[in-house]
Structures are given as C-alpha cells and as structure tokens.
C-alpha cells in the first residue's frame, strides 16, 4: 500500500512538475522501484485520461530502486529521472547534488 502511494504521489508530482517547468520536454522519465512499474504505467494513464493536456508527452517508466535511484540523481542529475522515489535519509546528499525541486 505504501509503495502505491507513493507512485499516485509520484504522477501528481509530475503533474505539478509540469506546471512549474520553464523549457517543457517531451519525455518524462520515472523511476520507481520494480514491483509498481505496472501499477504506476496504469496510474500514468488514468492520469493522462483525466488530464488531456498532458496526453502527447511520452512517459517512460523505469525499475530503479530507492537506493540506487539517489546514488544515479547525484552522479548525474541531468541524465537522471525527472520523477523518482527514494529513501529519506538521503534527502541531505540530494539537496547538497541539486537533484530535488519544491513542488509548489
């Protein structure tokens, strides 16, 4: 139950991502762990179903787990995932990598 949550939160996030985004892309990668890949592709349709707007965008959705996921993000913020979980003792090493926004 928890890691659904997370990905519902994970899509209303990119929702609100989308909105705030100067320069728009048109892909929008997501790294969630790999057992909700299914789940959040299903919750990505919905979504795109419910908000027609965002429907032309591609969203690619990626097993990558929470650890692993901190680890790409601070290597490499610019090829990392514009959506993804991870676990919240790393919050200081991403902040410090410049790897999270505030979601307004």
Do not use: H
């Amino acid at each position: 139950m928890k890691r659904k949550i997370v990905s519902l939160l994970a899509v209303g996030a990119a929702a609100s991502m989308l909105f705030s985004v100067n320069a728009f892309a048109d892909q929008i990668k997501v790294w969630v762990a790999d057992n909700v890949v299914d789940f959040t592709n299903q919750q990505i349709d919905a979504f795109k179903e419910a908000n027609p707007d965002f429907a032309d965008y591609e969203y690619v959705v990626e097993a990558v787990g929470e650890g692993d996921a901190a680890g790409n993000m601070i290597t490499d913020v610019e090829a990392g995932a514009d959506i993804y979980c991870f676990a919240q003792d790393q919050i200081a090493r991403l902040v410090a990598a410049g790897a999270l926004e505030e979601v307004a």
